[in-house]
């Protein structure tokens, strides 16, 4: 069964910093692309960020490229989100999604991953 966890939210100041980190099971990152949502009240759920299965490659939403970080870490079935210099805009409930499709690009353009943690609640204040 897959199951992930995120944890690592908070509340900061525009500018700061947080690292978000989404803890898995049940699966291997090789086969499954892992991608960061973000959901703020009244909005639509949006993709942030995403490593594709076995190159590792990542990809980054226009509105976060530059200041948000993916990695991963096989070892611990760990991933990762550093969020940089961040904006009240950025305030959102940040969800850690796995995908076994090979359809993950598409899935993660329309925020529908397969499996979903529980989400962890980031709030930036002005």
């Known amino acids: 069964e897959v199951q992930l966890v995120e944890s690592g939210g908070g509340l900061v100041q525009a500018g700061g910093s947080l690292r978000l980190s989404c803890a898995a099971s049940g699966f291997t990152f090789d086969n499954y692309a892992i991608g960061w949502f973000r959901q703020a009240p009244g909005k639509e759920r949006e993709g942030v960020s995403y490593i594709s299965p076995g190159d590792g490659n990542t990809y980054y939403a226009n509105s976060v490229k530059g200041r948000f970080s993916m990695s991963s870490d096989n070892a611990k079935n760990t991933v990762y989100l550093q969020m940089n210099s961040l904006k009240p805009e950025d305030t959102a409930v940040y969800y850690c999604?796995?995908?076994?499709?090979?359809?993950?690009?598409?899935?993660?353009?329309?925020?529908?991953?397969?499996?979903w943690g529980q989400g962890t609640q980031v709030t930036v204040s002005s």
């Open positions: 999604a796995a995908d076994s499709t090979s359809d993950y690009v598409r899935r993660f353009r329309h925020g529908d991953f397969g499996s």
